[in-house]
């Protein structure tokens, strides 16, 4: 029976860090897809062009004479869309078979069933927004909500390898631990760097969502220079406009339909919540460096800040770089290495959660 529970913790192991790596590598195509006008390279779902691959698509006489939705294809941008539902659809696979193993051998414990249940219903979600997102024509809402499952399933994954890899311990700062609960925590400031490293996490998905529908509706061009945008520091901006969540079925909103005012007003509510977001992340890596004596948590602080400066940077030439493709898809990336390091600081800041195996294997 232990063999059996080791083999299958290392099994379970194995399989979250290969889903969180593919999952991040679907996370940054995604950006790259949208970034580079291939959102809408097959207008058709879950094939493309009526074919499993836009090669086939291309060979199709017909694909010439009857292009779908008014849209000739586009092999190149057909490919790229194609192989991020490739991955994503692989993705899906590797998280179904998670699931199923997470709750195949929920006596051991080795996982909580309802975490990994969890996490195949927000998959099983997210494919439907892709397939809406299509379907829609890059509808805004959706496309954002596509985007923050996304990035809601890399977190889930991130969490999962976290705990299943962090070392198991029968005590934690200094408090005890029974059945996988804490009693005592007498580390001077550790209540405070934790309700500064949640309230970072929450700032942080904010900023995150409305840097997706910042994208969704093409707002990243409004303000082309820095630290001004339009020569302003307060250019005409339509907010009224800027947040209208649901608009119109039957629009192709590919390049966007707002207005430029309506543009500024996104832009500079994530540009000014960008720096808040920052004071928010360093407040909570700051107060964390003050926790003493816990190696993790001073080591996820310090991931904060790399990932926040990374962040900062990348976004600031950006704009000065005239937003180059490979930059912002850049961008993206450095905001989901910045959300894997809040992560890695909330959970580093609490206590273990002992699988039952794990402290039958100890006391054994």
């Known amino acids: 029976m232990r063999t059996h529970a080791i083999d299958h913790s290392r099994w379970l192991r194995t399989l979250a860090l290969a889903a969180l790596s593919l999952c991040l590598c679907v996370v940054v195509l995604g950006a790259y897809v949208r970034l580079s006008a291939a959102g809408l390279g097959c207008p058709d779902w879950p094939g493309c062009y009526g074919h499993l691959t836009p090669s086939a698509a291309a060979a199709d006489v017909r694909t010439a004479a009857a292009p779908l939705a008014g849209r000739p294809l586009d092999v190149g ?105 804490l009693t005592g925590c007498p580390v001077k400031g550790l209540v405070t760097a934790r309700r500064l490293a949640l309230a970072a996490l929450v700032v942080l998905g904010l900023q995150i969502a409305l840097g997706g529908w910042t994208s969704s509706n093409y707002a990243a061009i409004a303000c082309p220079d820095l630290p001004t945008c339009q020569g302003s520091w307060w250019p ?67 991931a904060v800040m790399l990932a926040l400066a990374l962040q900062l940077a990348i976004g600031i030439s950006m704009v000065l770089m005239g937003f180059p493709l490979w930059l912002a898809t850049a961008h993206n990336a450095g905001a989901a290495l910045l959300l894997l390091a809040v992560l890695a600081l909330n959970r580093s800041l609490r206590p273990v959660w002992v699988p039952a195996a794990a402290r039958s294997l100890k006391a054994a």
């Open 236 to 302: 005409q901006a339509d907010f009224r406009s800027a947040y209208v969540l649901w608009g119109s079925l039957g629009i192709n909103y590919e390049g966007g339909v707002l207005a430029n005012p309506a543009r500024v007003a996104i832009h500079l509510t994530h540009r000014y919540g960008a720096a808040l977001v920052s004071l928010a992340l360093l407040a909570s890596a700051l107060a964390a460096l003050l926790v003493r004596g816990i190696r993790s948590v001073t080591l996820a602080a310090a």
């Open 77 to 181: 941008k057909a490919w790229r869309e194609m192989a991020h539902r490739y991955a994503a659809g692989t993705l899906g696979g590797l998280i179904l078979l998670l699931a199923v193993m997470g709750i195949a051998w929920r006596r051991e414990r080795i996982v909580q069933p309802w975490f990994v249940a969890a996490l195949l219903a927000i998959v099983v979600m997210q494919g439907m927004l892709g397939m809406l997102t299509v379907t829609w024509q890059l509808t805004p809402l959706i496309v954002s909500l596509h985007l923050l499952f996304g990035f809601t399933t890399l977190s889930l994954l991130w969490w999962l390898v976290l705990t299943l890899w962090r070392p198991r311990r029968a005590a934690f700062e200094g408090g005890a631990m029974q059945g996988g609960v």
